[in-house]
């Protein structure tokens, strides 16, 4: 499905982002991405997009070579992928449905989703979807009406609007409390199987990715120092990805655990225990 | 050893601050006297009898002109809302050609602010003046000139709210593959649109106290009374056009208030 | 907006979930939004047929419009220099003469029309001044100094700070009503006097926007200085006007350009200056 080789980037700053990763995902498959904060997690997503354009490698949706697609066919590309955000990246001042059918923007031409004049088909997948994640009685409300479980449902919604192949996630629950954060994260990967889709999540909360996903790659200073099944995760690889730590409560039921800070990875690990 | 003494500044800070303002005094006085060489003092020793009778003669205001004042009245408004409607149409397009984040190109960027800068040093007034001596006088000229004006103020204020939104939307839109003008409509223009009617309204109340002076220059509205009068000597009925120039602006205000106050 | 939003509307939904589906209007009203539309054609159907407009003297002036635009590109600062160069001077020092005396003064009638620090009366009276100096523009002020005090600069610089006490004061007042009110008390506690405590509570608070806005005032002085030597307060407005009026339009871009340069000039300084006092 998703097929990247020797994708590497390096800022302009000169900072090497990506080292030259190699990685495939199957279709279906729920993927996470871990690592400590700057080791090239949201880099590497989103190269995938090409929201970062990589310095050199190839990225290959569905055999179809995307690293270098311009105008119409980037566009083509990118509505393959359904993207979700860690602060939920939702226009704030545009309804429900209007976040929802904005998924649908590169299937209707400007002046159509100018005037909000999206197909019938569109507003009634919309709403099946909004269904799915429980809005439906919600079409109405402003983005900035909703909490922030509900604003990451409606970006699921977004992305899932886009009938997409691949779902990027980045950081879905970073902003979440530990109880929703289970919720979104069940959604997505329920979503994602019964749809069948390729799906790449970034994520700092190891304990919560063990949980859900079926595989886990590993990222440090840019390049994968782990990949493998969430069983594989020993003291001696989590050592590897972010460095000396005691790491014997890791595994612990993560139930209680506090709501955690992007930066503060350890903490995170630590299931909330100093 | 004496005492420790607290001091707010370092001593080379304070002889700077002190420097500062020695000099920045020098240059008051030094601009005051080249103002005090080009003045005639005469005239200020008799400035209180000149203010008392400019005064004497405006009150009571002759409000027997009321009447005829209703059109120049209307003129004005319609200059200042015509004008402002036709800047803003100018400027709201200006306002993504200067925004950094929505710029289509360096070149273009700077073309744009060349023009919001170019415009807004320039008063409507001297706008005006300008334009009666090319299409004559009357209202299209006053239009003109403050749609003029108004490109650069509603310009700048638009970019840099642009300049301001949220990033985020912006890349999700993007994202789902929307095209250049999707993603502007859809991501930065939701976020714009209260910052983009506030900046309107107040532009508009402004360009209502500008739309009074224009008659002055000949370009139409209730300055041209105002002129009219002013030439005649005949101040009481100055007197009323102030009247009326001040509870309109007043009366501007107050709506610009309301209606900033609703969409923000 | 808020009214529709707060209840769930199920035939709404009952159409969305058949595929139909249109964003809720602006206004929920729908007499409110259908007589503002209506008020908005009838607006502009009067405009329309009030405002006559003789396209013939239009047309006529485009030749005059073109010359004055390609005047931008042979600019002649070197003809009239001498009234340039007197004119120039006299904006810049009536500019900063007015802006300074505006401000010294401002500063008062701001505190006085400060509704947190002010006793009611003082508060009338600051904003009755706020308001009359922000209604007229600087150039029926001008005219009124001039007769007043006679032509030349003093009028100009009379007006200029005249109108400077209603912007800053205005501003200052707005201000000093949203600083915070904890440390207003804070030092009233201490048993400072009314001085000490404008110096201690409020001062700190307004200062570095009272810096910026009066660096903003200068900028908007020296461009309505280039206006108010129309009526004869002085300043480049006279030599501007002169040039429009010969249809000596290289002259008047001269002038612009130079109004144009000076403004950039002061908006890159006041940049700086609001760093080092931030």
Redesign the interface.
């Known amino acids: 499905m998703l097929d990247l080789k020797g994708l590497t980037k390096r800022y302009a700053t000169g900072d090497l982002a990506l080292d030259n990763v190699d990685l495939t995902v199957p279709a279906g498959q729920v993927l996470a991405l871990i690592g400590p904060s700057g080791a090239g997690k949201s880099t590497l997503i989103r190269c995938v997009n090409r929201l970062v354009e990589p310095t050199s490698g190839t990225i290959k949706l569905d055999g179809d070579d995307i690293t270098k697609v311009r105008g119409n066919r980037l566009r083509q590309a990118r509505r393959q992928i359904g993207m979700i955000f860690q602060n939920y990246a939702l226009v704030e001042r545009l309804s429900v449905m209007e976040n929802v059918l904005s998924g649908r923007l590169a299937y209707v031409g400007f002046w159509r989703s100018y005037f909000r004049k999206f197909p019938q088909s569109d507003i009634a997948q919309a709403f099946r979807i909004l269904e799915r994640v429980g809005l439906e009685t919600m079409i109405d409300k402003r983005g900035d009406a909703l909490s922030g479980g509900q604003k990451q449902r409606v970006g699921i919604a977004r992305a899932l609007m886009q009938n997409p192949k691949l779902l990027l996630v980045d950081e879905p629950t970073a902003s979440l409390d530990p109880k929703t954060s289970r919720q979104i994260m069940r959604l997505i990967c329920e979503l994602c199987t019964e749809q069948n889709l390729a799906t790449i999540i970034n994520i700092h909360d190891v304990a919560l990715a063990q949980q859900f996903v079926h595989r886990v790659v590993g990222l440090r200073a840019g390049a994968i120092v782990y990949d493998g099944p969430p069983e594989g995760l020993t003291p001696e690889i989590l050592t590897t990805i972010y460095g000396e730590e005691d790491w014997t409560t890791t595994h612990k039921d993560s139930d209680d655990e506090e709501k955690s800070d992007k930066k503060d990875v350890e903490a995170a690990l630590l299931g909330g225990h100093p | 050893m004496t005492a420790p003494v607290w001091q707010r500044r370092t001593p080379a800070r304070q002889y700077a601050i002190w420097l500062g303002w020695f000099l920045g005094v020098m240059l008051f006085l030094l601009c005051f006297k080249i103002i005090s060489d080009n003045t005639i003092w005469e005239f200020l020793t008799d400035a209180h009898v000149q203010a008392a009778s400019l005064i004497g003669r405006m009150v009571p205001p002759d409000w027997s002109i009321t009447g005829s004042l209703m059109l120049p009245l209307w003129d004005t408004i319609n200059i200042a809302t015509v004008g402002t409607a036709l800047g803003v149409l100018i400027a709201f397009p200006l306002a993504f050609l200067a925004a950094r984040n929505t710029t289509p190109h360096p070149a273009l960027r700077a073309f744009a602010l060349g023009i919001i800068v170019s415009s807004r040093s320039i008063n409507a007034l001297i706008w005006a003046i300008l334009l009666v001596t090319m299409i004559g006088p009357g209202l299209l000229a006053g239009m003109i000139a403050i749609a003029l004006r108004s490109i650069g103020f509603v310009g700048k204020l638009l970019y840099e709210a642009i300049e301001e939104i949220q990033p985020t939307p912006v890349e999700a839109i993007t994202s789902t593959g929307a095209g250049r003008m999707q993603v502007l409509a859809f991501s930065v223009l939701p976020q714009i649109m209260p910052a983009f009617a506030g900046i309107t309204v107040y532009r508009w109340d402004i360009n209502i106290r500008e739309s009074t002076t224009l008659g002055l220059v000949g370009a139409g509205g209730i300055g041209l009374q105002m002129n009219a009068a002013i030439n005649n000597l005949a101040w009481g009925q100055v007197a009323t056009v102030f009247v009326l120039i001040f509870g309109t602006v007043i009366v501007s205000e107050w709506v610009s208030a309301k209606v900033r106050h609703a969409v923000i | 907006m808020s009214a529709?939003?707060a209840q769930?509307?199920h035939a709404?939904?009952a159409a969305?979930?058949?595929?139909?589906?249109?964003?809720?209007p602006l206004i929920s009203n729908r007499n409110l939004r259908w007589g503002l539309n209506l008020a908005a054609l009838t607006?502009i159907v009067l405009?329309y047929y009030?405002?006559d407009?003789?396209w013939a003297?239009?047309a006529?002036?485009?030749d005059?419009?073109i010359n004055?635009v390609g005047s931008f590109f042979t600019p002649d600062f070197v003809t009239r220099g001498g009234e340039i160069a007197v004119g120039l001077?006299?904006s810049?020092?009536?500019t900063?003469?007015a802006t300074?005396i505006g401000i010294a003064l401002a500063i008062p009638v701001g505190l006085g029309a400060a509704r947190n620090i002010a006793p009611r009366p003082v508060y009338f009276f600051c904003r009755t001044i706020i308001?009359?100096s922000?209604?007229?523009?600087e150039?029926?002020i001008a005219?009124?100094f001039v007769?007043?005090?006679?032509f030349?600069?003093?009028a100009g610089?009379f007006t200029l700070a005249f109108a400077t006490i209603g912007f800053m004061a205005k501003l200052l007042a707005e201000d000093i009503e949203d600083a915070q009110n904890e440390p207003l008390e804070a030092i009233r506690a201490t048993g400072a006097g009314w001085l000490q405590w404008i110096n201690y509570a409020v001062q700190p608070q307004v200062m570095p926007r009272l810096i910026g806005l009066s660096l903003y005032r200068l900028d908007i002085n020296f461009?309505?200085s280039?206006?108010i030597g129309?009526?004869g307060a002085?300043g480049i407005?006279a030599t501007?006007?002169t040039s429009?009026?010969r249809?000596d339009y290289d002259t008047?871009a001269a002038v612009?350009l130079i109004?144009?340069g000076i403004?950039?000039m002061s908006?890159y300084l006041s940049g700086y200056v609001r760093k080092w006092t931030a």
């Not at chain 3, 969305?16 to 809720?24: E, I």
């Not at chain 3, 007769?147 to 006679?150: D, R």
């Open positions: 529709s939003n769930v509307d709404r939904i969305a979930k058949q595929g139909s589906w249109r964003p809720l607006y405009v009030s405002v407009i003789n003297r239009v006529q002036g485009m005059r419009a004055f001077r006299e810049l020092t009536m900063f003469v300074v308001a009359l922000r209604t007229f523009q150039i029926i005219i009124l007769a007043m005090f006679g030349g600069p003093l610089v461009r309505e280039a206006v129309i009526v002085g407005g501007l006007n429009i009026n249809y008047s612009l109004i144009i403004v950039l908006e």
